[in-house]
Structure formats: structure tokens, C-alpha cells
């Protein structure tokens, strides 16, 4: 079974340009979830969906990220206009649903190393 | 409000000791999920264990043991006779079922296994 895949791996902007990050879920995967993670600590979230539908972005910085999951399968983290603090690792997460199994089980990207200058 | 405390940030051991990495955590309510994730050099968080708030039952995998007490709110992680490749950040979360599906993450404690 295919993990969770992200793109690019690695990206390197200027303070006040944009960017995007690409994230696709494994297979069946109803939720998605984008972290950013910066160095020496633990992933904070940014946003959850459930399918396609939001289910919390109370920590995106809504000013200049947003996200959207297409057709509730992929989904892009976009950065407008990045700041020096916005250097970390991005990471997309994704999981079964309530009443599976498998819920609460989050399964990580190798994530997107930012780096704004 | 929901937290993990991970009160170590930094381990190192020789290889074939004994480790054990501490994890506290508070929430109120009753039903919730804990974790441990690892995160080799590489980046990806890998998937340990799941454990729900009402199996108190300690496990054993391989050279991994996980002690759950809730009297204490803590969940540790103890690696038995150390390797190098176990040499990575392991991160304790919380994950509360009535909020939805929102994982509270601890600082992460950052194990070196020394050969």
C-alpha cells in the first residue's frame, strides 16, 4: 500500500513570495490533515478535513495560508506572502475515519522542508 | 485543555542499555487515544502504538514496552537493549475523541544510542 505522498521535498523562497505544497493521501483515506513542524518541536496543526469539507483550521493563519483538498483526495497548502518564521517542515498526515478500526491512526508524510530568506 | 509533557528533550544511551522515555499527559475528558510516533533522521513520523483511555493493559512488541497508568496520566515508552537504528525523536500524542480528530503532540524526546 502507498504512503503518503508530498511535494517538494525541499523549498527555498524569499520573505514575501508564495508557495505551495502538494499532498496526496493514502487510498480511502477520508481525513487529511497539514502540520507545520519547526525545528526542535513537536507538529502543530494547521487544518483537518474530512473529505472535502473543513473540520478545523483554528491555528491556520488564515491572513496568508490556505489550503484545499480536491474532490476530498489531494490536497495544497498554499503560503501568501511568506515570512522568515514560516521556515519549518510541512507535514501532511491522513487517516481513516470514526467507527474504523484503524481511527485516531495518522499516517505521515516525509514532508516539505521550508526555508524562507 | 489537552497536553503532553515529555519532560526529557534529550537522551543518550549505549547501545544494549535500557531506556525508558517519560510522557505525561492532561485532558478531561474520559474516552481519548494515546500514541508514540518515531522520527528517524529522515523526517517521516512513523507509527508505534495506539492505545485507548479504557485499556490499561501494558504492552510488549519486540524490544518495545509501553506502561499506560492512568492514576498518573502517564504513558511510557521503554526500548529494551538499545540499538543504533532506535537513535531518532520520539513524539507522545494525544488524540481526544469528543473534539474530533485533533492530535495534541508533546515537545518530543530526542534518543541517541551511542555504539
Known amino acids: 500500500e502507498a504512503g503518503v505522498a508530498q511535494s517538494p521535498r525541499y523549498k527555498i523562497i524569499e520573505k514575501r513570495q508564495s508557495v505551495a505544497f502538494w499532498c496526496n493521501p493514502i487510498?480511502?483515506?477520508?481525513?487529511l490533515y497539514w502540520y507545520q513542524q519547526i525545528l526542535g518541536q513537536g507538529p502543530k496543526l494547521l487544518i483537518q478535513?474530512?473529505?472535502?469539507?473543513?473540520?478545523?483550521d483554528s491555528q491556520l493563519p488564515k491572513d496568508r495560508f490556505s489550503a484545499e483538498r480536491l474532490k476530498g483526495v489531494d490536497s495544497t497548502l498554499k503560503i501568501q506572502p511568506a515570512k522568515l518564521e514560516d521556515s519549518a517542515v510541512y507535514l501532511c498526515?491522513?487517516?481513516?475515519?470514526?467507527?474504523?478500526?484503524?481511527?485516531?491512526?495518522?499516517?505521515f508524510g516525509p514532508g516539505t522542508r521550508l526555508t524562507v530568506t | 485543555a489537552q497536553k503532553v509533557t515529555q519532560a526529557q528533550t534529550e537522551i543518550s544511551v549505549v547501545e544494549k542499555e535500557d531506556v525508558t522515555l517519560d510522557c505525561v499527559y492532561e485532558?478531561?475528558?474520559?474516552?481519548?487515544?494515546l500514541f508514540w510516533y518515531k522520527q528517524p533522521p529522515s523526517g517521516e513520523l512513523v507509527f508505534l502504538i495506539r492505545?485507548?483511555?479504557?485499556?490499561?493493559q501494558n504492552e510488549i512488541s519486540g524490544r518495545y514496552s509501553w506502561n499506560f497508568q492512568k492514576s498518573t496520566s502517564s504513558f511510557n515508552f521503554t526500548i529494551t537493549a538499545s540499538q543504533v537504528v532506535d537513535s531518532a525523536v520520539y513524539f507522545c500524542?494525544?488524540?481526544?475523541?469528543?473534539?474530533?480528530?485533533?492530535?495534541?503532540f508533546g515537545t518530543g524526546t530526542s534518543l541517541t544510542v551511542i555504539p
Open positions: 498526515a491522513s487517516s481513516l475515519g470514526r467507527g474504523t478500526s484503524g481511527f485516531g491512526v495518522q499516517y
Open positions: 487510498s480511502g483515506h477520508a481525513t
Open positions: 478535513f474530512q473529505n472535502n469539507g473543513v473540520v478545523d
Open positions: 485532558t478531561r475528558d474520559t474516552t481519548y487515544y
Open positions: 492505545r485507548n483511555s479504557f485499556d490499561e
Open positions: 500524542a494525544l488524540v481526544d475523541t469528543n473534539t474530533g480528530n485533533q492530535f495534541y
